[in-house]
């Protein structure tokens, strides 16, 4: 079966570094993504990481283990537009061809000043 | 380039009624997929197509049916409205060689 867990909320100050953590059990794996969604809109694409270690992207990291199931995506020098829902999202091949991705609930991610 | 486009944007059907949710995309993107969003929940897979022609069930496919006649439209098909159906719909679409998955804006559907 597919089990994604993240925390359902996290308060952030502007200015600070927050870390949002994601832990999963997948049948098959090929992939985990983090995606931005603001409330009302469609998610957009932040990182995918497929090998483990750190990725970095301006002011956005994501890192994997895949041996314990784990990733975090570390968000720097917070601002205040930075306050959105952010979805794991861990992807995995059809049979048919094509890639599914099976998502958490999100991490509703308040940046406060 | 409008990239993925879907329409409407907002709907409410009542109990029994029909609809078309419709999804276009001008990206030659060969994988196209439905998900929906339930609030406060992830995005689960309706069903997905790899190919003009080509259509296959994804994790939550009861209530729905697709086709794929072209590269560029994957429509959406409720045939007897439910209120569980309400929820928030995205397409999304998916190049071959690459791994990022696009999505279009969503119609938030309301079945009462």
């Known amino acids: 079966g597919q089990n994604i867990d993240q925390p359902t909320e996290m308060t952030a100050t502007e200015g600070a570094i927050v870390q949002i953590n994601c832990t999963y059990q997948?049948?098959?794996?090929?992939?985990l993504f983090w995606y931005q969604q603001h409330a009302g809109e469609a998610p957009t694409f932040l990182s995918y990481n497929v090998l483990d270690g750190l990725e970095e992207k301006g002011r956005f990291s994501s890192f994997l283990s895949r041996s314990k199931g784990y990733s975090y995506l570390l968000l720097k020098e917070l601002q205040m537009k930075d306050s959105a829902s952010y979805l794991c999202?861990?992807?995995?091949?059809?049979?048919?061809?094509?890639?599914?991705?099976?998502f958490g609930t999100g991490t509703q991610l308040k940046v406060e000043l | 380039n409008a990239g993925v486009t879907q329409t409407p944007k907002f709907r409410i059907l009542k109990i029994g009624q029909s609809m078309t949710l419709q999804c276009t995309q001008d990206m030659n993107h060969n994988y196209m997929y439905w998900y929906r969003q339930d609030p406060g929940m992830g995005l689960k897979l309706i069903y997905y197509s790899v190919g003009a022609g080509i259509t296959d069930k994804g994790e939550v496919p009861n209530g729905y049916n697709v086709s794929r006649s072209t590269t560029e439209d994957f429509p959406l098909r409720l045939e007897l409205a439910a209120p569980s159906q309400t929820s928030v719909y995205f397409c999304a679409t998916q190049d071959l060689s690459e791994y990022e998955q696009y999505f279009g804006p969503g119609t938030r559907l309301t079945v009462t």
């Open positions: 999202a861990v992807m995995d091949r059809l049979t048919g061809g094509g890639n599914k991705l099976t």
């Open positions: 997948t049948s098959g794996f090929n992939g």
